[in-house]
């Protein structure tokens, strides 16, 4: 297979491969008797989708049940209006009868070492450092958090423990820089910082604490940094609380108080076409609802699964389905510290099989890293435990998919293929395990509830095959409440290209049987490794670097990563000839520096001049075909001088 897919072009699959049929095992779904069962629910769904957000919202506990399902003020939203609710306590109290010694989480680190937590060691971890946060940090209802650590249980802990007395935690991925730290904590006004000292991936010890303290320095905000300390060595600057001191006499038990289905539950900051992240506002009741019914759905979830998102929780995805999706409905989730590739490149089929890991969801960047190591690594192991697959975060591939579905499903095991943003909240488009057909390469169709389409410039339906903008005509349950602060940029980046739509940012086309089939971003997002990186973030990291005049960033396809991140950049007059090798290097580092090493850039291009319209408008196309190394295509005769694109050869 894997000469098949080096030596043949993406159509030549596509055409060899038919649609991969419903799995026989997976007919047993307690919501779904059969496929006929199936459609009748998504159609009635697409007539009436409040109708069945209504249903699915009373598999919670709700602390007092809604008057009104839903009201509508467009562009705002709001569901479950009267409803009182208590996320953490969904996550974590309501299992406890039947579920207090089942585990939750299964733990292990790079080097191999593992913790597990029961839903009773949970329950009570949570309780303590709640308890901590009211009567030692004087934390209440409507204050914010911010939570920046590796991906241990203390992460999970701090999550659920805001929740649970109705603070809203702002998560900011551990590998983000002082300045992007410090952006997100003044922009969310946090009081607190839940922090490590030390993190590890890679085989590298990450200096956690060194990046808090550079980011809270200018962040009045902050009283408190909560310190968990891996190294018995770090010592404790002003104003920092050892997170074991704060919280080992408190009591393990806590009552949970219910709060409105409105109420914020967290806010998670996304790049944009512009220089500034944008705060992301998500409800509590909402919210919950819709990641609590698609990781059922799904991920056709039993209680005997062993279930492993591979996401960090500083991105939507870890937020979603590796906590409040899994949790809420009671079941055992694996988290791993590390690279995929690390120590050796089996690691993650090697935990697969040590941990019996049934249903594994991951990105098509990592699976096109694991496709290029070699499949001699997931054949030394078994992974005969695994019976669903899922990927996340960018389209995947239909190399890819095939590859994925008989090297790792070893042909038998369905793949999810889901499509959602930071915004929706859960997934929006994906198949149901036992119910869809599935075609490599197409997300298939929209989850019940979710009234989605493919329009043109006018906001008509396109036909079939016919390329256009993904939205979605009805509000759902999980969608994003507003921009933290800014609400008439919410109203502007969402609800403005078409009236009473809410338009994704994605393009997409719809075949001849109602599959979508999802092409990536239309604005000046990159998507790097399903990270989503706004080009003017990065375009502001360059020029704030003495020695740039001025920049362009553009994404260029990249087989393994989606995208790979290209820089224009002119630098500033210079008496002296500039080492381009020696600069080029100066601005990665400087760019990893105030935005994170994930914003880095694969290749600067230095020019004398960038390609622009007579109205001072930079030229992207034409930027991304010379990233691409493609002939310069389309008109250029809005260009202020075509004859003035000359690179710089290094």
């Known amino acids: ?32 008797n059969d496929s006929d069962s199936y459609q009748k629910i998504w159609k009635d769904s697409q007539k009436h989708p409040e109708k069945f957000w209504e249903k699915e919202a009373l598999s919670l506990y709700w602390h007092e049940k809604w008057h009104t399902t839903h009201e509508w003020k467009e562009p705002f939203s709001k569901w479950f209006l009267g409803g009182k609710i208590n996320v953490s306590y969904n996550c974590l109290d309501r299992h406890l009868p039947e579920r207090k010694d089942k585990l939750a989480f299964i733990w292990e680190g790079e080097d191999g070492s593992v913790r597990k937590f029961t839903y009773q060691d949970l329950y009570e971890e949570v309780s303590q450092l709640a308890n901590a946060m009211e009567t030692e940090l004087h934390l209440k209802a409507g204050d914010t958090a911010a939570i920046y650590m590796p991906l241990i249980p203390e992460a999970v802990i701090a999550m659920l423990a805001c929740a649970r007395i109705g603070v809203a935690h702002s998560i900011v991925f551990a590998g ?6 410090k952006d997100r904590i003044q922009d969310a006004e946090c009081k607190v910082v839940f922090t490590a000292d030390i993190g590890f991936r890679r085989g590298q010890v990450l200096d956690l604490i060194k990046t808090v303290r550079e980011a809270t320095t200018e962040c009045p905000s902050v009283v408190k940094t909560i310190l968990l300390r891996r190294d018995s060595l770090t010592t404790l600057a002003p104003k920092e609380i050892d997170w074991e001191k704060l919280t080992t006499k ?66 939507i995805t870890g937020h979603s389905y590796v906590v409040y999706g899994p949790l809420s409905n009671g079941a055992t989730s694996v988290i791993y510290e ?12 090697e935990i697969i099989d040590k941990h019996q890991v049934t249903i594994l969801y991951t990105a098509p960047t990592a699976i096109r890293a694991f496709m290029r190591a070699g ?6 192991y078994r992974l005969n435990s695994l019976r669903l697959l899922g990927s996340v975060g960018e389209p995947i591939n ?36 036992g119910v869809t057909t599935l075609k490599p390469g197409s997300a298939t169709k929209p989850f019940p509830g979710i009234v989605a389409d493919i329009v043109n410039e006018e906001g008509h339906s396109c036909a079939a095959n016919e390329g256009g903008y993904l939205i979605i005509r009805h509000p759902w349950p999980s969608m994003l409440r507003t921009i933290h602060k800014n609400p008439e940029r919410f109203k502007e980046q969402y609800w403005s290209k078409f009236k009473g739509m809410y338009f994704t940012g994605d393009g997409a086309h719809r075949d001849e049987e109602g599959y979508f089939w999802i092409k990536g971003r239309v604005d000046d997002v990159i998507n790097v490794s399903g990270h989503r990186l706004g080009t003017m973030e990065i375009e502001s990291a360059l020029v704030s670097h003495p020695r740039v005049a001025e920049a362009a960033v553009v994404g260029r396809p990249d087989e393994l990563k989606g995208q790979s991140i290209v820089a224009f950049v002119i630098p500033r007059d210079s008496k002296e000839k500039i080492n381009t090798q020696s600069l080029q290097q100066e601005l990665k580092t400087h760019v990893a520096k105030e935005i994170g090493s994930l914003a880095r850039p694969d290749e600067i291009i230095f020019t004398k001049i960038l390609p622009k319209t007579r109205s001072g408008k930079i030229m992207r196309r034409f930027l991304k075909d010379l990233a691409a190394g493609k002939e310069i295509s389309g008109d250029t005769t809005t260009l202020e001088n075509p004859g003035l694109i000359e690179l710089i050869k290094s």
């Open 338 to 349: 590390g690279g995929p590739l690390h120590p050796h490149p089996g690691r993650v089929w």
């Open 375 to 380: 499949d001699e690594y997931p054949q030394k």
């Open 1 to 32: 297979m894997t000469d098949k897919l080096n030596s043949g072009s993406i159509e030549t699959i596509m055409k060899e491969t038919r649609a991969f049929p419903p799995s026989k095992s997976f007919t047993d779904q307690a919501h779904i």
């Open 176 to 181: 983000f820089s002082a300045t992007s730290l």
């Open 250 to 315: 408190q009591s393990r038990q806590h009552t949970a108080q219910p709060f409105d289905s409105e109420h914020p539950l967290f806010y998670l900051y996304t790049s944009g076409t512009t220089g500034k992240p944008k705060g992301i506002v998500h409800s509590s009741g909402g919210y919950l609802v819709g990641t609590s019914v698609t990781t059922k759905w799904v991920f056709d979830l039993k209680e005997e699964d062993i279930y492993w998102c591979t996401a960090d929780i500083g991105w």
């Open 398 to 433: 239909p190399e890819a998919w095939i590859w994925y579905h008989q090297q790792i499903g070893k042909g038998r095991c369905p793949i999810v293929d889901t499509w959602w943003q930071t915004e929706t909240g859960s997934i929006l488009i994906a198949p149901i395990p």
